[in-house]
């Protein structure tokens, strides 16, 4: 008897391992069915009404009792699509938002670039029953250039997956009972782990795949590219502010030379401010004598206080601010600087007015000047 059972148990173990051989054969010599949006299936035609006694050639359409039922379809879900936003951190923020709600994920994001030449891009999982509704809600976010949604039938794969994993269980308890059975000799024991190492090693690998295939239908993949749209700002902020001034002079020290006794001019100029950068002025108190003529151009800059507003209100903006530069006074040329405090009396998207004090200090050879300058200014945004 020990010795038919030796005779047997190789036998028995090279069917086996045979039968496992060709089953992993016929898993790759199928080849993949052709991508498709979805399969139809043929509608079943009902059964024709009992046929009157006595009538010939009707045919009656049955189902067999007990067939069994078909399997549900399994559709892979991938989509693409490209979207121009006004506000990228905006529109990634919406489709986050958008994905959370539809009970998906998002797996990649990234960003970069700013303003127009803005760039993103974001992959995201989705439910199926929930992929058409969000790709359709993606005009809400920004202008849809191009989208694509794509359904691969993979049921004949998935199937195949499992019948070949259920197979190679069946092979694997088979040869774990061989192997647990008495009086093998060591080189059926050493032919038996080599073929079980292998049979394990195809089982996890088509456990693998299968989990992957399941979570590619469990969940549609779809990938966005997003970019600025290169729409120009309704609401651009002014860099300008180009303006014109009246003023009035009054000169508390009358400059050596000077060659009228009025110390109140009367004059004008215009103005040039920058969000970032120096302010320039220039004013002009013309004389019929060329000599009592005044020029005074300087550059500088103003500031606002946080506790009035930082000059964001439309009403009432005081400001500081100091210039220097060049004054032509009394026939001469000089150095002058000035301290300003000044009120925008009313401030709007396109219009400023303001009025101001200044008190001037003109420095030449001769020795120095002061005067009190009163002004009204019109700014408009640029």
Same mark, same amino acid.
């Given at each position: 008897?020990?010795?038919l059972?030796?005779?047997?148990?190789p036998a028995?173990?090279?069917?086996?391992?045979a039968?496992?051989?060709?089953?992993?054969?016929?898993?790759?010599?199928?080849?993949a069915p052709p991508?498709?949006?979805?399969?139809?299936?043929?509608?079943?035609?009902?059964a024709?009404?009992?046929s009157?006694?006595?009538?010939?050639?009707?045919?009656t359409?049955t189902?067999?009792?007990?067939?069994?039922a078909?399997?549900?379809?399994?559709?892979?879900?991938?989509?693409?699509?490209?979207?121009?936003?006004?506000d990228?951190p905006?529109?990634?923020?919406?489709?986050?938002?958008?994905?959370?709600?539809?009970?998906g994920r998002?797996?990649?994001?990234?960003?970069?670039?700013?303003d127009?030449?803005?760039?993103?891009?974001?992959?995201? =999982?989705l439910?199926?029953?929930?992929? =058409?509704?969000?790709?359709?809600?993606?005009?809400?976010?920004g202008?849809?250039?191009? #989208?694509?949604?794509e359904?691969?039938?993979?049921?004949r794969?998935?199937f195949?997956?499992?019948?070949a994993?259920?197979?190679l269980?069946?092979?694997?308890?088979?040869?774990?009972?061989?192997?647990?059975?008495?009086?093998?000799?060591?080189a059926d024991?050493?032919?038996?782990?080599?073929?079980?190492?292998?049979v394990?090693?195809?089982?996890?690998r088509?456990?693998?795949?299968?989990r992957?295939?399941?979570?590619?239908?469990?969940?549609?993949?779809?990938?966005l590219?997003?970019?600025?749209?290169?729409?120009?700002d309704?609401?651009?902020?002014?860099r300008?502010h180009p303006?014109?001034?009246?003023?009035?002079l009054?000169?508390?020290d009358?400059?050596?030379?000077?060659p009228?006794?009025?110390?109140?001019?009367?004059?004008?100029?215009?103005?040039l401010?920058?969000?970032?950068?120096?302010?320039?002025?220039l004013l002009?108190?013309?004389?019929?004598?060329?000599?009592?003529?005044?020029?005074?151009?300087?550059?500088?800059?103003?500031?606002?206080?946080?506790?009035?507003?930082?000059?964001?209100?439309r009403?009432?903006?005081?400001?500081l601010?100091g210039?220097?530069?060049?004054?032509?006074?009394?026939? =001469?040329?000089?150095a002058?600087?000035?301290?300003?405090?000044g009120?925008e009396?009313? #401030?709007?998207?396109r219009?400023t007015v303001?009025?101001?004090?200044?008190?001037?200090?003109?420095?030449? #050879?001769?020795?120095?000047t002061?005067?009190?300058?009163?002004?009204?200014?019109?700014?408009?945004p640029f």
């Amino acid at each position: 008897m020990p010795r038919l059972a030796r005779l047997v148990t190789p036998a028995l173990v090279t069917l086996v391992a045979a039968a496992a051989r060709c089953a992993a054969a016929s898993r790759k010599a199928r080849p993949a069915p052709p991508p498709t949006w979805s399969r139809r299936r043929a509608p079943s035609i009902p059964a024709a009404p009992p046929s009157a006694p006595g009538a010939t050639g009707a045919a009656t359409a049955t189902t067999a009792p007990g067939a069994p039922a078909l399997p549900d379809e399994k559709l892979v879900i991938t989509g693409s699509a490209t979207l121009a936003v006004d506000d990228g951190p905006a529109a990634l923020a919406a489709l986050r938002a958008a994905v959370e709600a539809a009970g998906g994920r998002v797996v990649h994001e990234q960003a970069s670039g700013a303003d127009h030449d803005w760039y993103g891009t974001m992959r995201v =999982r989705l439910p199926p029953a929930a992929a =058409r509704d969000f790709v359709a809600n993606l005009g809400t976010i920004g202008t849809v250039e191009q #989208k694509l949604i794509e359904a691969t039938d993979v049921s004949r794969d998935y199937f195949d997956q499992e019948v070949a994993i259920k197979n190679l269980r069946i092979t694997l308890e088979r040869l774990q009972a061989i192997l647990a059975g008495p009086d093998l000799k060591t080189a059926d024991v050493l032919e038996i782990e080599r073929e079980l190492t292998r049979v394990r090693g195809d089982l996890e690998r088509l456990e693998g795949e299968h989990r992957f295939l399941d979570d590619r239908i469990a969940f549609a993949t779809f990938e966005l590219a997003l970019h600025g749209s290169g729409v120009v700002d309704l609401d651009a902020t002014a860099r300008v502010h180009p303006g014109g001034r009246a003023a009035a002079l009054f000169l508390i020290d009358r400059p050596a030379g000077f060659p009228t006794a009025d110390r109140l001019h009367l004059g004008g100029g215009a103005s040039l401010r920058f969000d970032k950068g120096p302010d320039l002025e220039l004013l002009v108190f013309p004389d019929t004598d060329p000599s009592g003529r005044i020029v005074i151009a300087t550059m500088g800059n103003t500031t606002y206080s946080d506790f009035f507003g930082d000059g964001r209100r439309r009403w009432g903006n005081p400001y500081l601010g100091g210039n220097f530069g060049y004054g032509y006074l009394g026939g =001469r040329s000089a150095a002058v600087g000035n301290a300003t405090l000044g009120v925008e009396i009313f #401030k709007a998207e396109r219009l400023t007015v303001d009025v101001a004090a200044r008190v001037h200090l003109f420095l030449d #050879k001769e020795g120095a000047t002061t005067g009190v300058e009163t002004s009204a200014g019109l700014t408009i945004p640029f």
